[in-house]
Each structure stands twice: as structure tokens, then as C-alpha cells.
């Protein structure tokens, strides 16, 4: 990567992190301090927890489309203009149902999809890859973040400070859009990053995407499920101070980040992806099903939930690389779209089901229920086809016709190593789906080489 790329990279997945940070930093804290505000119920609290999820996914795909239209700067300034608005609604809120609003105002400042353009339109096509994996591991890290420094900013400034922060924090992200981040060349859609509207309903009707849709939605059904009760489990049935709660998920996090790496080499390294993916899902199961039963021990609850996040990380590491590796080579941003959209579709119904099953239930029916979904998951996901290894693979060729495009896709499916090629002659770019390991790279250069009008 040039200067110029790490940079943009860089620099936009701090954006995004900034704004995930301000939406996960609740998530530990806020079961706790919805018993204070006026109007309160289970369900409610729920429903404030997972509401940024429903407008998120709705919205993600139509920001990403209006950032092709209206430029990629303003449309992520104005999300984050509205995550300011609605983190500024949720501080000043006395009561559950204007939290709800905040949280909702929140979510509908849905930039991931306008993010990733920008950081198409900064990127080479050989090196946006490297560009994309950084902005995801910034959420990843977000996470794991927002975990650790909740609890302790809910002692040191309570909820409303938290949510005054996520202002703050939204405000500096528009600072570093419009100081930091290089302004691009040229902005243009770009398939491998961004959704196509006339692919949709191909995407749509794909069932083995849609096994992974559903799946990204399960797991972060159950996460979320799972926020409306374990903060409680900690203080009320442990008698851990939610100052403290941070000292039960650093050593758990750590650990489980430490304890899934070796699944994922193995995983790709020997080309068993399906076999990890479906034991992640496994693990997943069985702790939620085991924190239904033992969830009053300290020594209980922390095994359980470190087997949970060893399961959730392998699975938030390679549903994504499912993603690509099953999703046709022009249509991965797209796929990719709506992969994004059920993750937050599913983390809205986890709030909202979490909630009213814990008013209903107890902390046992929430764990029963997500431990149900998983199992379901398990069952759907069993008959998925195993993958092929191919990563997607881009090559300006220049503009052309369509029967030049159509002829210069024959000639590098004839390559060695190249499984798939689609090339769209008015973008002058060839997507490819190709084996690296069998990829005669020089045959490939001289195919591009000869489709250049």
C-alpha cells in the first residue's frame, strides 16, 4: 500500500470506530441503569438496547447508494451529524422511551456502507482488500473496547456521559473526515465494496448467502440477548460492582482472542473452514445453553462466557471470508450489504426479544431462547456448501464492449487458477475468483495485457 492508502485506511477506520465505540460502550452498563428511568420495563430496556440496529439496517445500503449521488464526505458527515443528535437526545433523556428515540436517531446515521466506498475510491483494486481488513478489525477492536470502558465510565460519568462522549467522539470523526482523510480523485460505484441495486435480487435468491445472512443475524441476535441479562448476573447474582465488571471481561476476552487463533490457521491453512465454522457454532450453543443452568458462580458464568467469545470471535472471523469465498466475484459488495444489514437487523430483535423475555422468563429464558437460536442455526447451516478456498481478485482493463468483456472473461477463466471472471467493459475492471496457490500470475498479466483496448 502507497502512503496515500494507509492513510485513508487508517484514518477512516478510526472514523468508524469511533462510532461503533459509542454504540457498544451500552451495552455493558445499560441493563443497570435502565431500572432508573421513568417508564422502565424489561422489554423497553430491551428495545433501547438493540433500537440502533433496526434503523442500521435499514438505512446502511440506501447511505451507501446516496454517497454515489451526493458525494462520500457529506453523506458520512451527516451520519455521524445524526449519531450526534441522537446520542445528544439519549443524555438529555429522563425516560426509557426518549433513550429509545436516541438510540434509534443513533443508528439511522448508518455510514459503513459510504465508508467502504470512500475507502474504494482511495484504494488500487490489488490493494483494497488490505484497506477493508483494517477497518474490520477496527470494529473488532471497538468492541472489545467499549466492553472494557463502560463499566468504568459509567462509574466515573454515569450513562448520560457516556452517551455526551459518543457526541463528542461523533464530532471528532467529522474533524478527521474532512482534515485527515484524502479527498479521492475519482468517485464511482465499486462492486467489490458497495451494493448494486440490479443485483439484489440474485443476491437475495443465493441460498447458501442466505444461510450466512441468517447467520450473522443469529449470532448477533444472541450477543445482544445476551447484554440484557449478564450485566445483572455479575451485580445481582455474583456481587461484582459494575465499576468493576471490566476486570471479569478483560481476562475473558484475552483469553478467547488467544484461544481461537489457532482455529483460524488451521481453518485455512488446511481447508477446513466448514468443520471450524460449524464446531464455532458448536461452542456457542452448548455455553449459552450451559449459562441457562449455571449462571450462579463466578467460576461458572466466566467459563461459560470465555467458551462463548471463543466460539463468537471464529465465527465473526469467518462468516465474512464465507462472504467472499461463496458470493459471485462482481457481486461481493452486494452480498456483503446485506450480510451487514441482518447483522444489525439481528442485534435490534436481540435487544427487543432479550428484553421482554428476561421481564417474562427470568435470566434463564433469554439463555434457553438464544441457546435455541444457535441450534437452529447449527441445523441450517450443517447442510451449507463447503466452501471453494478462491479470494476475489481485481484488474483494470479498460473500458470496452460487451462482446470484448464477454471474450476477455473466456480468456482468463482459461488461466490456471482462475475459477470465476466477470468483466464489466463500461468500468473497465475484471473480477476474478482465483485459488492463490495455483494462480499462474504471468499467463494472467498477459491475458489483461492483451483484452487492453
Known amino acids: 500500500m502507497t502512503s496515500g492508502e494507509r492513510r485513508a485506511a487508517v484514518t477512516l477506520a478510526g472514523i468508524f470506530s469511533l462510532r461503533m465505540l459509542g454504540l457498544f460502550m451500552i451495552l455493558p452498563v445499560f441493563a443497570l441503569y435502565a431500572e432508573e428511568l421513568e417508564g422502565a420495563t424489561p422489554a423497553l430496556m430491551g428495545l433501547a438496547i438493540g433500537a440502533y440496529g433496526m434503523t442500521q439496517a435499514l438505512l446502511q445500503i440506501p447511505f451507501g447508494l ?76 471497538s468492541f472489545s473496547v467499549a466492553l472494557l470502558a463502560g463499566p468504568v465510565l459509567d462509574h466515573w460519568i454515569g450513562i448520560s456521559g457516556i452517551f455526551w462522549l459518543t457526541a463528542v467522539l461523533a464530532c471528532l470523526g467529522i474533524a478527521m473526515l474532512y482534515l485527515l482523510v484524502p479527498n479521492p480523485a475519482i468517485s464511482r460505484p465499486h462492486r467489490d465494496a458497495e451494493p448494486v441495486p440490479g443485483q439484489f435480487l440474485a443476491v437475495l435468491r443465493d441460498a447458501e448467502l442466505l444461510r450466512l445472512d441468517f447467520g450473522i443475524l443469529t449470532l448477533h441476535m444472541v450477543l445482544t440477548a445476551t447484554f440484557t441479562v449478564l450485566p445483572l448476573i455479575l451485580r445481582d447474582g455474583l456481587g461484582l460492582a459494575s465499576a ?71 465465527l465473526e472471523a469467518t462468516l465474512p471470508s464465507l462472504i467472499s469465498k461463496l458470493a459471485p466475484p462482481d457481486s461481493k459488495g452486494t452480498a456483503m450489504g446485506f450480510y451487514s444489514s441482518s447483522q444489525f437487523f439481528g442485534a435490534f430483535l436481540g435487544g427487543a426479544i432479550g428484553g421482554w423475555l428476561q421481564g417474562r422468563a427470568g435470566v434463564a429464558g433469554v439463555f434457553l431462547f438464544a441457546g435455541a437460536a444457535t441450534l437452529l442455526w447449527l441445523l441450517v447451516a450443517a447442510s451449507m456448501r463447503s466452501p471453494r478456498y478462491l479470494t476475489t481478485h481485481l484488474i483494470q482493463v479498460g473500458r470496452m464492449d460487451a462482446q470484448q468483456a464477454r471474450l476477455l472473461a473466456q480468456r482468463f477463466t482459461q488461466v490456471r487458477g482462475v475459477a470465476e471472471a466477470v468483466v464489466i467493459g463500461e468500468e473497465g475492471v475484471a473480477y476474478l475468483k482465483v485459488d492463490k496457490h495455483a494462480l499462474d500470475e504471468d499467463t494472467l498479466a498477459r491475458a489483461a495485457a492483451s483484452g487492453m483496448p
Not at 426518549?98 to 470512500?118: D, E, P
Open 244 to 314: 468493576a465488571h471490566w476486570k471479569f471481561y478483560l481476562p475473558v476476552l484475552l483469553l478467547s482472542v488467544a484461544a481461537m487463533i489457532p482455529f483460524i490457521i488451521y481453518a485455512e491453512r488446511r481447508r477446513r473452514l466448514k468443520p471450524v465454522f460449524l464446531g464455532a457454532i458448536s461452542t456457542v450453543t452448548l455455553a449459552l445453553f450451559g449459562m441457562a443452568f449455571w449462571h450462579a458462580q463466578l467460576v461458572h458464568v466466566a467459563l461459560l462466557i470465555f467458551l462463548f467469545y471463543v466460539g463468537f470471535n471464529l
Open 66 to 141: 446516496l454517497s454515489d449521488r451526493l458525494g462520500r464526505k457529506p453523506v458520512i458527515a451527516a451520519g455521524l451529524l445524526l449519531f450526534a443528535l441522537g446520542s445528544v437526545v439519549a443524555a438529555l433523556s429522563t425516560s426509557i422511551h426518549g433513550v429509545i428515540l436516541g438510540r434509534a436517531l443513533q443508528g439511522s446515521g448508518a455510514i459503513a456502507a459510504a465508508v467502504m466506498a470512500l475507502a474504494a475510491d482511495l484504494t488500487r483494486e490489488e490493494q483494497r482488500t488490505k484497506a477493508m481488513a483494517v477497518i474490520g478489525m477496527s470494529i473488532g477492536l
